[in-house]
């Protein structure tokens, strides 16, 4: 399940131009629609990996971070509007505990990644930050007992509205996420 944006920027980040750059990432997720899983098999765990290609601010200066489900609004692609970079956050998401769906949030330097993937239009490796998703939390539970996928419309009704991608912590460091998938 993937999420393949021009690019993203997630971070903070103190500038003398404009002083500080906050942005986070409210995101949808492609589905694999008419997948169904075979016969017997199950979910036993959820990661969500963030690929990005560079980054602006400091290189080894932490960020701290959280992953969150949508559980109001889901962004609409049809027609095609136009959502503004101050877009409250609060329409699509609750930011209530039970929306939070990683074991706990990670903290990561730019620089130093442990996780990375093939890439063949850059011939090069992407830098990722690999998530395990709580398998105590609602969503794990809801997205586990999936064994098929219908259409996207179905999908994000009743599968994932989507994800709110955030930092809690850092004001060094702004990250380009060029990818966004989920196994």
Known sequence: II?????????????????????????QLACPVDYTYPEGTGGDSIRIFLYYNSWTGGDL????????????????????????TNEEVSRFCSLEDSTRILEHERIVVAKRYNDSAYSASLDAYLPAISFKVDP???????????KAYGS??????????????TTDFGSSTA???SLISMM
Do not use: C, W
């Open 136 to 146: 105590n939390s609602a969503f794990f539970k809801r997205f586990a007992s999936v």
């Open 61 to 84: 200066s932490p960020i701290s971070i959280n992953i969150y489900e949508m559980d109001r609004e889901t962004l609409e692609y049809s027609p095609t509007p136009r959502y503004k």
């Open 3 to 27: 999420s393949n944006p021009d690019s993203f920027l997630l971070g903070e980040r103190q500038t003398d131009a404009y002083g500080t750059i906050k942005a986070d990432i409210l995101t």
């Open 175 to 177: 990250l380009h996420i």
């Open 152 to 165: 996207q419309e179905d999908f994000n009704e009743h599968v994932l509205k989507g994800l709110y991608i």
